[in-house]
């Protein structure tokens, strides 16, 4: 690529969650041969690509430079994500139990916003569970899927592009994509404003604080380029409680996918493993076994008062 054009879709940016511009680099990247722009996407990403930093003010973990918002708000848009929705089984079954366990803090009727909800999986499981459910999302393949794959309520584009209007919503969820947001802080503000007095925020997100992202270091596998933050449970304290909301709870999340497309997404990190497991999984007809996981990732629910 045109050194002139690379340079202009990257971008330097200040600490999100403070403003500060002091920070000390973590992590170098070593992949050098890569597209800048096809590292950008929804459920899969490219490791070694990144420069991820801590602010030394208040120990938010970011990448920088990135890719520049536009880019990456139009590489959403654009995604045609056939791999996430292969999963479809374990997502459904995952969200179903998702759903149940808003009850203890919310319980329906009433209306809930999945935001950043791609196909709408966790929208149908919200759905049947009793809940007045819709989801906004970049992509419009997603969203176009999952309407007429499951007969959700979707729209495309993102939080702020739709023009909800104010205290609209008694639950909002956010299932592993605020770290996929340029601008965290604004799109916090915004979940804020749309929720009603009294609702509930549920954030789902790969935890850089957890014991498993500590022992794998430099390996861990969330370490991805379409991954923009890495929060802490310290960090998105501070994130919620800056933007009106008070934390409520914090515990691990655990999912259930097939062993086939745990083996295929597992590409990301080692074709010749993942060509293994896959091999090895369908000849003994393991595939479509579903399969509960913990990967560090940490689930928060917070309320606006």
Partial sequence: MDQLKEASIYETVACNLCGSENYRVIIEPYKKDFN?????TASQGIRGTQRIVRCLD???VYVNPRINAAVVSESYAGTIDKVYVQGASGRQQTFTQCAKKIDRWKKPPGRLLDVGC?????VNAAKKHGWDAAGVDPSNWLVKWGIENLGVKLYAGTLKDIGFGDKEFDVLTIWDV???VPDPAKELQE?????????????NYPDFGSILSRLAGRRWWFLLSNHLYYFTEKTIRKYLENSGFKVEKFAWHWQTLPLGYLAKILGIYSQSLSRLSMGLFKSLRLSNVQIPY??????VIASKY
């Fill in 58 to 60: 208040c120990g938010l």
């Fill in 294 to 299: 913990y990967a560090a990732q940490t689930n």
């Fill in 191 to 203: 979940c804020y404003r749309v929720l009603k007095k009294g609702g509930i925020i549920v954030i």
């Fill in 36 to 40: 800048p722009l096809e590292v950008i």
């Fill in 118 to 122: 791609a196909a709408g999986f966790f």
């Fill in 178 to 180: 605020l770290e996929h």
